[in-house]
C-alpha cells in the first residue's frame, strides 16, 4: 500500500484508533481480532498500526513511537515476530495455516510478543479455517491474532466467537463522489468507482485504469443485451464480447459486481430513488427498463446475479456460468 | 565500514552461514546475511528464522593475518549474491567497503562489485546468553544422543510441542526425551561441565537435524546456553541458534513400565536382519506390521504376511528368554528404528504384556531407553 | 444396449497425468523442473528399477522399468530421487477432486488417470473448451501436466489421450477410426499384450484394420469372447459406461439415499448419516471387512455434486465409527445449500485380519480392555456357538 493510502485509511478510522488506544491503555490484548470493513477501508493499515502499537518498544500515551527498532521492522515487513498471511492464488490453503501455526507453536524469535495477521481472512478455504481454529481454541504462549475481512459473515461461527470484532467505517460516498470529481473524474464514472471500494485512492485509481473502462461499456452492454430479449444475442454477445475482457476471476468477479449495480440502479429508478444509483449517465435508458421490469422480475434477476457470483467462487466453468445467468435472465425464472 | 579479508577464510564462514539460509523465508531481511565487522574479527550471520548460523572470523590467527579492518561497521547483504560474488573472485584478496549511503564496493584485483546493503537496523535481535545458563558436552557425543532421539520426534502438527526433543536437567543428568506417542526415545547423559540453573525445554526435531549436520565427529567441546526464547550451542567459532517450542512436554516417566512379564536377551544385529526381512513382503502403503512370539523354546519368532503378495517366517536365537510366552505385534518401522538407535549390541527387551507398550535397552548401559507401544489385532 | 448408445451419444474424457510421479516431484521442488528426471524404487542400488521419468529424460533415450545402471549410461546427469507414493496419492486425489468440481461421472483407473462422463456438462457442445479447461486448472492449481482425449466412448478417449503428450488434447471421433487406427499394429491397440499379439499374428491379423475386418467365428476361436471385444474396439465402439463405483482401486462398500425433501438444517442431516452408517456397517461386518478410505456424496437441490474423502490411519468398521468421520466430514465441507442425497462410502477396503491399530499412550489402557472383551467373546463363541453372546451397545 503506498504511503499516501495508508496516511488516509488512518485519518479516517479515528474512532477504530481510540479503540485500539483503550485496549493497548487498559492492557486487555486478546488473543485474536477481527477487523472487518469495506474494501478500502484501511484494514491493513490499522492492523498494521495496531501491530506496531503491541510491540513498539517505548509507546508514548499508548500510540506507538514509529521511531524505534520494532515499529521499523514492522513497517518494513522485517519484524521476525510477525508474520503476514495472504491469499496464495484463490484461497488460503491449508498448507499456509499449519506453515503458520508451526511458526507460532515456536517461542518468538525475541522476547515479547507474536502476532500474526491474515489478510482476505474470508478466503480460507474450509481445511484452513478448521485448522485454525483448532489453534485458537488452544493459543499457546504470548500471541495476538488479527484476522482482516470484507465478510465478516463468511467467516465460520466458531472463528468469529473466539474474536474480538472491530468494524471499520466505511468513508461516505458523497464526499468520495465529490473529491473525485475535483480531480477531473467524470461524475458518473465516479458514481461507479465509488460503489466499487469505500477508498477514494483505489477509486482514483481504478477510474484511471482502461480495462475497468472497458468493462463498464461491457456490462452496458450486456444489460441492453438482456432487456432486448432476443436470447440468441446476448449468448452471442457473451462468447465473442465479454469473455475476451474477463479473462480473470477477479474480471470476471467486478464484471458481476458492475452488472448487480446496474440492476440496483434500475430497481431504485422504479421506486423513484434517483440520488446514489451507480450509473448517473444511465438514468434515461434505466427508467425505460424499469418501466418493463416487474419487482419480482427484478428481483429474479438481482438474485441470479447473486448467485452467479457464489457459483463464481465454487469454480465452475465461468463461459458456462455467464451463458446460464443470461439465460435465467431473460426467462425471468431462476432454473431450480 | 571498511575491511580486508583473505578470500579462503570468508568462503569457509559463509559456507557454515549460508546452511541457515533458505529460499522460502517471508521476512526480507532474512534472505541477506548480517556482516558485523570490529577490530577483532567479522561476525557473520544468516537465518531462517527458526534456526540462526553465526560464524566469527578472527583478525589474526597463529600469527597469521586474516583480515585487516580499516572501518568498524554492520550490514546486510542478499545472501545468495554476495557467495556468488565472493566464490568467483579472481584473487585471495577482497576489500569489502560501505560508502555513499547503502552502496557496497566488493574489490579484488581488478574486478570491483557494486551492490546495494540493508540497513543491519532491520536484522533480528538474536538472544543475549547468560554464562550462569552454559553446560557443555563433546561434539560426538551430542551428535549421538541427537541421533538416538530426533527420529522418534513426531511429523504431525497436530500437536505440536511433540515435534521437538524435550531436554530436561534432572539431578545432574540431562534426559533428552522424544516421543510421537506411538514410540519414545530417551537418552540420559553427565554433562562435564553442569549449569548452575535448571532447565526444561523443547528443541525442534528439525533444528536438531540442521546441528548435528555441522558438528564435527570428534571430541570438540560444545557449550550449550538455554535461554527463555531460543537455545544456543556454540561450537569454536561457530554459533548455531533455534528457538524453542511454546506449551509444556507431557511428562512421560510414568509411562515407562518398571515390571516386566517377560525379558528377552537377544542380539540386536540378529533382530534387525530379520525385521527387515520381515517387512520386505508388507504393503508399502500401510504401517508395515510384524508378529512377535515365544513359546518357551529358546528362539523368538518373526512373521509377517500380506495376502496380496504371501508371508514368511524366521526363528531368531535369543541369549536368554525370562517370563510368560508371549505373542507381540508391533510395526516394523518403529522397531528397526529403536534398534538401529542402541546399535547392535545384545540388547534387552521387557515386555509387560501383548498390548502394552515394551522398552529396549543395551544390556550393559542404562543411558539409552527406546520405548514401542505395539498395534492391536483384530 | 447398443441401441441404447446410438440414441444417446456420450462425450467421454480420458485424462492422463503426463509422467506422473516425476512431475509431482517437480512441482513439489521446482529444482528439479526441466532437467533430466527419474524416480527409481533405490536409487543408491544400480539395479533399481525407474518407475517413471521425466520428458526430458526421454529424449536421452530412458524410459520406464529401465534399471538405474543403464538409465545412467544413456544420461549420465539424471536426477535420480526416491518415490514417495503418500504424496503421489494426494496429489491424484486432488486431481480427482478437480474433476468432481466438474461432475459426479468420474471413474479413477488408476493414480494418475481417470474416464470423465462429460454428456451431462455440456461435453456434447464445448468439449475441447472444458478439456481446455480442466487441463488449465490441473496446471494452476497443482502444476502439473495432463493429455486428455476426448471420444465418444472410453476405448477411444484412451486411445486418443495417448496421442498427444505431454499437455495434448486430442479429438477422436468414430468415422476417424480407419483413417487414425486401422493402420497401426495390433499391439499398439489397448487391451493387447504380446501373447494376444503372437495368437492374432497367427492368423494373419497384423493391423488393427485387419482386425476390425476379421472374421468373427475366427475371432472367437482364437480369443474366445474377448476376440469379439476386440474386434468392436477395433472398429472404434465401446459401450463400457463410466462408473464412478468401480473407482476405488479396491472394493468399496457405501451407500447413499435421495431425500424426501431438501435439507438445510445440521440436526435434520445428523440421523440420515447414522442410518447410512448402519447400513454401511452392517455389510461390512456381514464380509468381514474394514475401510481404510470414508468419503461423504453431497448432492445439492441444483444438482451440484460434491464428494469428498478422508484417509485415515486406522480402518474402520464400526457403526459409530463411521458416523464420526461422516459428520465430520460434513461439517467440514458442506456450503450450507439445500441438499438432495447424501450417502456413505467405505473405501479402501481390507479384511479385518489384515486390521491392525497402532496403540498410543493415550488409548492403549482403553484398547486393553477392549481387546480383552474380544477376546472372552470369541471364546465363549468357540466352545458355545454362534449368538451365545453379543456386545451390549453402547451410547456415547
New interface residues.
Partial sequence: MSQKLHDHALQSQKQVIDRLTMIHKRQRIGHAYIFDGSNGAGKEAVAQYFTKLLLCMDPKENVPCETC?SC??IE?????NV??IRPDGQDIKKDQM?EL???????????GRKVYVIVNAERMNSSAANTLLKFLEEP??NVTAILLTNSYPSILPTIQSRCQRISLQSMNRQSSIESLVEKGVTASMASTVTMMTANVEAAYEMAQEDSFVQRRRLVLKLVEAIEQRTPGEALLFIQTDWMPFMKEKSDCEQGLDLLLFAYRDIVAVKAGLQSTISYPDQLEVFTGHSVKNTYSSLTVKIDAVLQAKKRLHQNMNRTLLLEQLVLTMQEGLLFV | MQFEIMRDRLLDGLSDVVKAISSKV?????TGIKLEITEKGLTMTGSD??ITISTFIPVEEDGTQIIQTIQPGTLVLQAKVFNEIIRKLPTNEVMIELRDGMKTHIRSGQSEFHIIAQSA?????L?DVKDAERFEMPADLMKSLIRETVFAVSQQ?TR??L?GVQWIMKEHELYCIA?D??RLARRIVTPEIQANSPFNAVI?GKSLQELSKILPDDSTAVEIFIA???VLFKLHNVLFYS?????NY?D?SR?IPIEYKTSITINGRNLLQAIDRASLLAR????N?VHFSTDGSPHVQISSN??DVGNVEELVEAVDIEGEPLKI?F?AKYMMDALKAIDGQDLKIHFT?S???FILKSIDSEAILQLI?????? | MTDLTIANPRVIMHLDMNSFFASVEQAANPELKGIPLAVAGNPKERRGILVTCSYEARAFGVYTTMNVGEAKRLCPNLTIVPPR??LY?QMSDSVFDILRSYTEWVEPVSIDEAYIDTTDIGGLTRAYDLAQEIQMRILAELDLPCSIGIAPNKFLAKTASDMKKPMGITILRKREVPKMLWPLPVIDMHGIGKRTEEKLHSAGIKTMGDLATAEKITLEALLGKNGLRLKQRANGMDTRPVDPESAEERKSIGSSTTLPVDLTELEDCVPIFERLAKKVAARLETKLL?G?TISIQIRYADWQNTTRSRTLQQAIYLEEDLTKVALQLFQQHWNHEPIRLLGITAANVI????????????N?EQ??KE?EM?QLMSSLTQRFGDGIIKKGCTKK
Fill in positions: 527498532n521499523k521492522r518494513s515487513g522485517n519484524h521476525p508474520v503476514l499449519s501455526i508451526m511458526k507460532m507453536t515456536k517461542k518468538g524469535y525475541e522476547e499457546e504462549g | 517471508t521476512t526480507p531481511i532474512l528464522s527458526d537496523d532491520e536484522y533480528p535481535i538472544p502438527e505440536p510441542v515435534t516421543t506417542s506411538h525442534p527463555n526464547q531460543q528457538r524453542l517450542l511454546e506449551g507431557p512421560t509411562l508399502e502403503d500401510r504401517n506390521i500380506s495376502p505385534s510395526s504384556g498390548m502394552r507398550p507401544l505395539p498395534v492391536r489385532t483384530f | 507414493h503418500e496419492r474394514a481404510m479384511e479385518r485380519s489384515e486390521m491392525v491399530k497402532q496403540l498410543t499412550f493415550d492403549f484398547q486393553e481387546y474380544d
